[in-house]
């Protein structure tokens, strides 16, 4: 079981690795698209953040019903092939329509990645090991965004930023029958006291359950804030250090993707660590750890994008990133807690739900619009200065943790 595990959980790792590097390669490729398609800050934001979180977060729900009540694998399966196929479409367009619509349609696959992903995971692992388990997951997020960054660069550095597209792609289709035939479908509760035996219940039991747990809408609304800036920083720092350091777009996906993956790496591993270990005893820790993470996120931040010299800013980025990632295990980890394991995949489609739509669909649109409206003042600096301004979103979603952290003991499915 341990080796079977460690292979289920790889795996998982590498799909939501190919879920990223969709997700965020449109970061660095936004510097050739926005000179081949004569794009502006605000559009590249709809199509980097709302194009996405439309049908990602719509469909995620009805999608996670069905997880919780047939198979995963398949779901994971069928999803992974969508959103790949459709990374690929995203290669052929050639006007801000064809293109919002091509990253429409990789939200509407990756509506069906994340939520039964969760569920598996709390079926393949115990609780006490779980906040571990999900940030090991999570390696996922900077593993591909770093991924994506760096061969996206490179691809639109020596071909085109088509080609980036359709490499990264037809890789994820090519994986898909060998996710579909190498991982198992586990027993449903296997580590809880209540088992696969308990139908899944509807939607509107589901809601009235969650309706009595304030710490889930307190927990979601705070990694909503948080997403705000995570995601947006995700995806406009690469043009950031174009236009502020004039690096070449390949060395700007080399270093950019640097600091993801120290950083991110670190950052989620020590999260997931402290959730498991301070909170096995004090289920409030799992809020508050991740609350102290961004308050303490903020000045580095403000440092790095200030700093006059690439090399300060390289240094100084690393520890906002770890710590602008760490809530990942300890939140997520509490949302399975939260609920009977019937309920996981629904519950967590909802947290992402309202996760994505206000973290994907305003955090990268909120900055590049800000950027437009800066840049009569600032010029090529507007995104310094709007990017600095996403910053007090960290500061929001710290407030909301400490709330929810009140909450938890009682809320807390034992």
């Known amino acids: 079981m341990p080796e079977n595990r460690a292979y289920v959980l790889f795996i998982l790792v590498l799909v939501y690795t190919f879920n990223f590097i969709d997700r965020q390669i449109i970061g660095i490729l936004a510097v050739p698209i926005k000179a081949d398609l004569g794009l502006s800050d605000t559009q590249l934001g709809l199509m980097g953040g709302l194009a996405f979180a439309l049908f990602y977060t719509g469909l995620g729900i009805p999608v996670a019903m069905l997880a919780d009540r047939f198979s995963r694998t398949w779901i994971m399966t069928i999803a992974l092939a969508i959103w790949s196929a459709m990374t690929a479409a995203s290669g052929l367009a050639t006007n801000f329509g064809q293109l919002f619509l091509a990253r429409l349609g990789v939200g509407v696959g990756e509506a069906g990645g994340v939520a039964p992903a969760y569920s598996l995971i709390s079926d393949y692992f115990p609780s006490a090991q779980r906040a571990r388990a999900l940030s090991i997951y999570s390696f996922g997020i900077p593993i591909g965004s770093a991924i994506g960054i ?39 509760g296997q580590f809880d006291r209540q088992n696969s035996n308990t139908k899944a ?61 120290i950083g991110g790496l670190a ?24 609350a102290i993470a961004f308050i303490a996120a903020v000045p580095f931040y403000i ?19 770890a710590l602008g990632l760490a809530w990942l295990g300890p939140v997520i980890s509490a949302i399975q807690h939260l609920v009977p394991p019937n309920m996981r995949a629904t519950a967590s489609a909802i947290f992402l739900f309202i996760n994505n739509l206000i973290g994907i669909g305003l955090g990268t649109f909120f900055i590049g619009m800000l950027s437009d409206t800066l840049q009569v003042r600032f010029g090529d600096e507007s995104l310094r200065y709007s990017i600095l301004a996403g910053t007090g979103f960290y500061i929001i979603a710290a407030a909301l943790f400490f709330l929810a952290a009140r909450y938890l003991v009682n809320d807390w499915e034992d």
């Open 201 to 261: 219940p509807s939607l509107k039991v589901i809601l009235t359950t969650l309706l009595n747990k304030p710490s889930f809408w307190l927990l979601s609304l705070g990694a909503s804030f948080s997403s705000m800036m995570g995601y947006g920083v995700f995806f406009w720092l690469p043009s950031f250090f174009v236009r502020s350091y004039q690096l070449t777009l390949l060395n700007a996906s080399l270093f950019y993707g640097a600091v993801l993956l």
């Open 150 to 188: 760096v061969f996206g660069g490179i691809i639109a550095s020596l071909i085109s930023w088509r080609y980036a597209f359709f490499i990264v792609g037809l890789a994820g289709i090519i994986l898909a029958p060998v996710f579909r035939l190498t991982i198992k479908e586990p027993v449903r």
């Open 267 to 290: 950052g989620i591993w020590a999260g997931g660590w402290l959730g498991d270990h301070f909170g096995h005893n004090q289920r409030s820790q799992y809020a508050k750890i991740p």
């Open 303 to 321: 440092l790095a994008i200030l700093s006059p010299t690439l090399t300060v800013s390289f240094f100084v980025l690393l520890v906002p990133t």
